[in-house]
């Protein structure tokens, strides 16, 4: 399976890097992985709504260059659907039993996801109820997909 990550925005801490790149070459033992990292669109301080919606729309259309036709895309979102460890094993599992070779998870900036990219998605994931700094859920995320492969493979790492 192929698992792609398209998070807006770069890293700029070196130690969520790092994570990532941990659980990116872990998770190399069962997927191929990518992460594209599109610019997200320089907003105002106190941006408008309208500035909002804009800017969610071109970040959008960003993320959609790196979603390949017949892929499955999962939008990370506050209003998703939560999930055990064991559930997005399942999921995972679900979807390479139907022959999706290619899972997108779609992570936007500090506004989110646009709704037209959010319902054009397969799927709608929250991480949790609590909210996180952007770059630290996006570590967590990755030791997620890395855990649920596990799971899937009988590895030790879940317990």
């Known amino acids: 399976m192929n698992v792609n990550f398209i998070a807006m925005g ?34 105002p301080q106190n941006p408008s709504a309208a500035q909002i919606s804009q800017a969610l ?23 998703g659907k939560e999930l055990s460890s064991e559930a997005l094993a399942d999921k995972l599992a679900e979807l390479g039993n139907r022959g999706i070779s290619t899972v997108n998870f779609a992570v936007g ?8 990219l959010k ?24 030791e997620q997909v890395y855990r649920a492969f596990s799971i899937i493979n009988n590895s030790k790492y879940h317990k």
Request: with cysteine; hydrophobic share 40%; net charge positive.
């Open 10 to 43: 770069k890293l700029k801490e070196s130690y969520f890097r790092e994570a990532c790149a941990e659980y990116s070459k872990r998770l190399g033992a069962f997927a191929r992985v990518s992460c594209a990292e599109p610019a997200p669109v320089d907003l």
């Open 57 to 79: 729309e071109l970040e959008a259309s960003r993320i959609r260059e790196h979603i390949k036709p017949a892929s499955y895309t999962v939008a990370l979102c506050v209003e």
């Open 109 to 116: 900036s500090s506004f989110g996801l646009s709704e037209e």
């Open 119 to 142: 319902r054009s998605a397969n799927f709608r994931m929250s991480m949790s109820t609590m909210t996180f700094p952007h770059s630290l859920a996006r570590v967590m995320l990755y």
